[in-house]
């Protein structure tokens, strides 16, 4: 089952512009992840926070974690073309089993 | 290179056929999984393995089959009691210990009906 959900669906942004999405999700977790899919290909994972972090970052990218709103967002920062793919967040309630969201594309506009 | 490795790139099916799609990893990891992505859409587990010779349903088991014999291998077997499985099926594994999850992915097998 998906628990988590991505908001927007699709994003448009010029380059050097940030990108901020958000993912919602119902139940208590381990951790959240972000993984990007450039189209037609598998998923890369990009970033995890635990539960008992609230802001984390990884280059141009910066998560937060609200577990009281049950909630995170990822920013990217000074967005590049190659920033264009679809970014789902993945909840983990257990230590084997992911869910993940539908997820939010991202174009980037030269 | 370590990795893992879907083979076909492309699929068709006939109606009523079985057909199998692989998956390798050379990473020496203990879990796999095998999941269904429609478009616009997130994913969806069907089958995972923790250890070989066991493995779990997921959410959308129906119409499909797996085998885990080999630890690097997890093959996913769309039946013909799958009446819609035209899709994008990724597979992917997680390595054992503080990282265990965190999935790395394949590049995907796109099945499509004739």
């Known amino acids: 089952s998906q628990q988590g959900e991505e908001d927007p669906q699709a994003l448009s942004i010029q380059e050097g512009e940030n990108a901020t999405m958000n993912c919602s999700y119902k139940?208590?977790?381990?951790?959240l992840q972000w993984y990007r899919q450039n189209s037609g290909r598998g998923l890369v994972h990009l970033i995890l926070?635990?539960?008992?972090?609230r802001e984390k970052h990884s280059g141009r990218l910066r998560v937060t974690l609200d577990t009281s709103k049950k909630s995170s967002s990822l920013l990217i920062t000074a967005s590049r073309a190659a920033d264009t793919a679809s970014y789902f967040c993945a909840t983990a309630p257990n230590d084997y089993k992911l869910s993940f969201g539908a997820g939010t594309t991202v174009t980037v506009r030269a | 290179d370590g990795g893992i490795t879907q083979s076909p790139k492309y699929l068709f099916r006939k109606e009523g056929q079985n057909v199998t799609l692989s998956c390798e990893q050379n990473?020496?990891?203990?879990?796999m999984y095998w999941y269904r992505q429609d478009p616009g859409q997130g994913l969806r587990l069907i089958y995972y393995?923790?250890?070989?010779?066991?493995?779990q349903k997921g959410d959308i088991a129906e119409g499909y089959s797996v085998s885990r014999e080999k630890k690097e291998s997890f093959p996913l077997t769309v039946t013909s009691a799958q009446k819609n499985p035209t899709a994008f099926y990724l597979c992917a594994s997680t390595s054992p210990g503080k990282r265990r999850n965190i999935q790395y992915f394949g590049a995907g097998t796109r099945l499509s009906v004739l």
């Open positions: 393995s923790q250890i070989v010779n066991d493995f």
């Open positions: 139940t208590s977790i381990n951790n």
């Open positions: 926070i635990r539960s008992n972090e």
């Open positions: 990473l020496n990891h203990d879990a």
